[in-house]
């Protein structure tokens, strides 16, 4: 009879290894709760060095901005290739001059750049002056040591523009203040506020496809014209150093 | 050396008008527009000299700004010529300081006024056809923004060059 009496210490809560089996059982219905949270959770922390950080991030810069520069390159020898068969004015980098501005007038009526690249460096009356963000004005004077600029804004600067949304030709005209006006020979062209202005594709001036500005406002059609304030996109008030293009006629 | 500077000092300051004109200070400006500084010198030597010549140095004054700004088809020389041989009539004694002072201010700022109107109806002459209506406003702000900044300086400027060119001329 005291044979099969059951000791006390064998029963099944006095083993470790079924408690341990009874945690990891409620674990796993908390995780089943919670839908898997607490994975994805202890996942972001463990996975968190091996992100895609900064590092991988910049190399994938560099590589959009390498195949940019080459898809840049290619278009522009396609565009080279195509103006010398259409025999339209071009301009190549190796004539870019770097000069400094010495003074400048960009108030009043006398809207001007002096540049301290004159025709000892090779600058040429009607070379193209651009800075960040486009163009400037054209050189209309050269001393030995000097080059004068004369700016879009000057009353005297008038450049024909090309407004690539409404593929139409028009006219820059400088006002003496900092907003030329652009004036189209058509009533009817469909501009809008914040059209781009770029240099004539077909201009006999200057270089094909330099940024010059946005419309800021469009005035009301007057005698078979329409007329918009222009925001240079060029600022030559802050500008210290630009580039000189000289352009092969 | 020094001698040179004290009796020639209008000479001097003849010299660094283009200089100054040239160099454009913005911080002086008002909506980007400079006070006309070769009324400053105008004024006193022609008070001092007379009108012939202060129209004689209007002239010379103007080749030289002209020759400094790009602007082939405008010229400066009418209304410095003008303003020269006016300056030339003014008389030199003034009974009060201060109304004095301002009497300058107002004379320069007449002569901005008279100089910048000359300006802009060449311009307005030569574009004619093209752009009459546009260039209006911002010649109009231009000419006010110069005359007021011209009136402004000239009282500072014009009397001290007045005193130190009499001055000069004395020696």
């Given at each position: 009879m005291l044979d099969i009496r059951r000791i006390s210490t064998s029963r099944w809560w006095h083993k470790k290894k079924n408690w341990i089996l009874f945690v990891i059982f409620l674990f796993l219905v908390f995780v089943r709760i919670s839908k898997g949270s607490i994975y994805k959770d202890f996942y972001y922390f463990i996975s968190k060095p091996f992100w895609p950080g900064q590092f991988q991030r910049e190399v994938l810069l560099k590589s959009v901005n390498q195949e940019s520069l080459i898809k840049l390159n290619l278009l522009k020898k396609d565009n080279a290739r195509l103006r010398e068969i259409l025999s339209l004015k071009d301009s190549s980098k190796k004539d870019n001059i770097s000069a400094a501005v010495i003074s400048r007038k960009t108030g009043s009526w006398w809207r001007q750049l002096i540049l301290n690249k004159g025709a000892k460096d090779g600058v040429e009356i009607g070379s193209v002056v651009i800075g960040p963000g486009g163009l400037l004005g054209i050189v209309n004077k050269t001393s030995l040591f000097t080059s004068s600029v004369t700016l879009l804004t000057s009353p005297e600067s008038k450049v024909g523009v090309w407004l690539d949304r409404v593929q139409i030709n028009g006219l820059l005209v400088g006002l003496g203040d900092n907003y030329p006006s652009l004036i189209l020979y058509s009533n009817d062209a469909d501009i809008k506020v914040g059209d781009f202005v770029s240099s004539s594709p077909s201009s006999s001036l200057l270089p094909p496809n330099i940024p010059i500005g946005i419309i800021q406002s469009i005035d009301e059609p007057f005698k078979a014209k329409k007329t918009a304030k222009i925001s240079l996109l060029g600022k030559p008030h802050v500008i210290d150093w630009v580039q000189i293009i000289k352009v092969k006629i | 050396m020094n001698k040179f500077f004290t009796t020639k000092l209008s000479i001097v300051v003849f010299i660094l008008i283009p200089i100054i004109f040239l160099w454009?200070?913005?911080?002086?400006?008002?909506l980007g527009v400079q006070p006309y500084w070769p009324l400053f010198w105008l004024l006193p030597w022609s008070m001092i000299n007379g009108s012939i010549n202060g129209l004689i140095f209007g002239l010379f004054l103007g080749l030289i700004l002209d020759s400094l700004t790009?602007?082939?088809?405008?010229?400066q020389i009418p209304g410095l010529i003008l303003c020269g041989f006016w300056f030339g009539k003014i008389k030199l004694h003034s009974a009060n300081l201060i109304i004095g002072h301002f009497r300058y201010g107002l004379i320069c700022s007449l002569g901005s006024f008279l100089c910048g109107t000359i300006y802009f109806l060449q311009i307005l002459l030569k574009n004619f056809l093209d752009s009459t209506f546009l260039l209006l406003i911002p010649s109009i702000q231009n000419i006010l923004a110069e005359v007021f900044l011209t009136g402004i300086f000239a009282p500072l400027i014009c009397s001290q060059l007045l005193r130190m060119f009499k001055f000069s001329g004395k020696k």
């Open positions: - | 454009h200070p913005s911080w002086l400006g008002f790009i602007n082939s088809d405008f010229t």
